[in-house]
């Protein structure tokens, strides 16, 4: 069973910067995508940033200019840097995976998520 490993949140003031980790606990063979979704109390939870396997990415127009994703393909991890923070990007942080094949023979691949982190941006 494959676990997404999180890591990097915490308390910040407005303005400042965190960087948030994910990577799996074990190997794997290959996965189509990483990303990172968000969950605010009272709300849904929503996609901040993707990254596809070929280096593509998308982003929320609500972290556009302020959060870079990126991703070692070699170790599968994915990196959320999210600079000029906003209090409104206060929530819990989930690190995703898709299209995940543990094996080359496993087909076809599987959806895991990490188990949050807490981001909370305040004076």
């Known amino acids: 069973q494959v676990q997404l490993v999180e890591s990097g949140g915490g308390l910040v003031q407005p303005g400042g910067s965190l960087r948030l980790s994910c990577a799996p606990s074990?190997?794997?063979?290959?996965?189509?995508?990483m990303g990172w979704y968000r969950q605010a109390p009272g709300k849904q939870r929503e996609l901040v940033a993707r990254?596809?396997?070929?280096?593509?990415?998308y982003y929320a127009d609500s972290v556009k200019g302020r959060f870079t994703i990126s991703r070692d393909n070699v170790k599968n991890t994915v990196i959320l840097q999210m600079n000029s923070l906003k209090p409104e990007d206060t929530a819990v942080y989930y690190c995703n995976a898709d299209g995940v094949r543990a094996t080359r023979w496993e087909f076809p691949g599987k959806t895991y998520w990490g188990q949050g982190t807490q981001v909370t941006v305040s004076s």
């Open positions: 990254i596809i396997s070929g280096g593509g990415t």
């Open positions: 074990g190997s794997i063979f290959t996965l189509d995508a």
